[in-house]
């Protein structure tokens, strides 16, 4: 891949040269949110060889119950086996290519392929293949296998031949902050798919600052502090930085003596299996990122007693960013289509026993997201419909609220660059 | 193909063969009977010993040409040499499954079997006499009858007659002479409708009639009488018994497993479990109603009978068959395809499936 028939505007662009010249802290050229070739790029790359997040535990509860999901051309399917393992297969049968399962979501005894009954177990051994002939050798033809990881309850998969080994040490960090939780003892109370109609990369950027916040998410903004994302200081800043610093530091020092990890990890653009976390406080009851703040399900999770927890954030990359709180939490997956469309799977979780219409109002519940996500729309669309135009330019990311994106945009160049020569 | 290893006479005898679980059946030896008849032995892959009543039948699950057949086959072997079983088979003009076992059996192939099965047997008439009737390739269950009396020296008096074409059509015809040399109670006699190339023949000719069945043996009105053949040459059996004032009480005949000797083309149609036998299995939706015997399954019942049910594995393992029960019992053995809870929402999969009562199908 020395040099792509990348095109801006009719002239001739070189991937390698792109990634080598692009400038520190602003935003990028545009073919990497426009161009076929930079996006082919990015899933043969990107999400061909980075851990990448695709589901939580409850998806699949039960032996028999799968998932299926598309990474670009190659359809993924997720499914929990008679020993309750949770194993990634390529959703592709061995013998003429169908689909095994179609649908998003079901249960299966063994795994058929439905065009010629080839029928698989859930470990992806060949069990039964008709009209093949005595010298046919089923284990020869077991199902394609894709790395699965199961950190806390949260699912990435690696498409790669050979995983980035640091995910280890992203597991081994992020367990103790998300177990208390105990993901794998709720259920998905509502997903939401929605496609944006922009580049993946932009959904991320929008979503690593939130410069954007005040102007555009009055919902969201009601339980977050104005000061947990950064801002430029200013003398009349100083007073209310100092309030919320030492409300972090006291609320921090409760919640690890609650055996909740609090404390900011930051290796978004400092590992290949980047990632980042931080308990940070909710604003007012200080209970759950809804439009009072208080609790949206009164089964909490685990066995909390407390609800004003806050919300553990976690962010990886490329394509993920969760919210834990007391009562429920709510993941985001990201997953591009193609250059100019992205999808945006949103999922709530509750406790598995609560009850919905007793224990919590799902419009309630999912009120603050719903406005969120949909604003969160409307910015990338426009961003994409604007970097298409020749007069765009790359701009300067805020040095305070944008540090975030510049660490996206830092490893998604680097990682490239580590492919493309 | 290895040679399998010499038992070991010193140990303990081998479990019995189930069907169900030991379902597949290596062919160990085929055998010329006549030009046009072959015997097919079969061991069990696991060392097992076979018990079942002389007379009884197995099913074949054979793919022939992409399509799922099943074919019964009544045992021409006995119960008393346990180790292996046989069928004889008779090639048929346009018989798809004769041809294709004559054709495509070989020692070393598999196939899976269901059974033993069946209600023929002189071994549930304990009688002091028999009469033994058959014709063309019926004459297998009363050679697995005759040859366990022999084994057993059970001391019944047994005529056994027994009609062909031609003397080169007889099948087993120099066993027939062992089994007489070997039990003084047994004795048999051939019809054959014509001499064919034989110039030495010297046998009965023509049909079967009154006054050649009273010739062979006079007493013939003492004897429980088993019959299997043609459908033609039994009804003529059945007519020839009737006008001679037979008490029909005495009488057994097996309809179905055989192929047919009068130059019928078409092979009679497999099992379809006898009126009376087995359980009615109802499909709600299309109306239709099958019996089915034990240890037949649901799906080989309406395979039986013709019906098209969208399946594949019959091993339990695909679950393309799965349908709701909407009552009934079932003993199912499964192999993984289909779910427990599936199970407590009502499914079932009909190809691993043995009625335990009637049962209706959502189908």
Redo the contacts between chains.
Sequence with gaps: MSSSPIHLHGKPLNLADMLARRQQGYSLEAPFYTSREVFDADMEHIFGKHWIYVGVEPDVPEPGDYVTVQVGEKPILIVRDDDGEIRAFHNVCRHRGSRLCADERGAVGNLVCPYHQWTYNLQGQLLFAEHMGADFDPSKHRLGTVHLKNVAGLLFICLADEPPADFEELAATMTPYIAPHQVANTKIAKQIDIIEQGNWKLTMENNRECYHCTGNHPELTISLYAYSYGFAPTPETDEGVRRYDAMVAERHAKWESMGLPSAEVDRLDSMISGFRTQRMPLDKTGESQTLNTRRACNRLLANFEDGAIGGLSFWTQPNSWHHFMGDHIVTFMVMPLDQDRTLVRTKWLVHKDAVEGVDYQIDNMTAVWDATNAQDRRLVEESHLGVKSPAYRPGPYSPYTETLVEKFSNWYINRLSAYIK | MAAAPLPDFNMAEPALWQPGTDDTLECVLVRDETHDVKTFVFRSQQPRRFRYLPGQFITLEL?IN?AAINRCYTLSSTPTRPDTVSITVKRVPNGPVSNWLHDHMQVG?TVKVLGPSGEFSCFLHDRPKYLFLSAGSGITPLMSMSRALTDLVLDRDVVFVHSARSPADVIFAREQQALARNNPSFRHAVICERAGADRDYAGYQGFLSLATLSNIAPDFREREVFTCGPAPYMAAVRKILEAAGFNMQQYHEESFAFETLMGGAEEAQPPAAAAGEGYTIRFAKSGDEVRCAPPQTILAAAKATGMRLAS??T?G????CKTKMLSGQVDMK??????Q??IDQGFILPCCSVPLSDVVLDR
């Design positions: 793919e992409g192939q594949s594995c091993q393992l695909c679950g393309t499964h192999a993984g395809g289909i779910r809870r599936e």
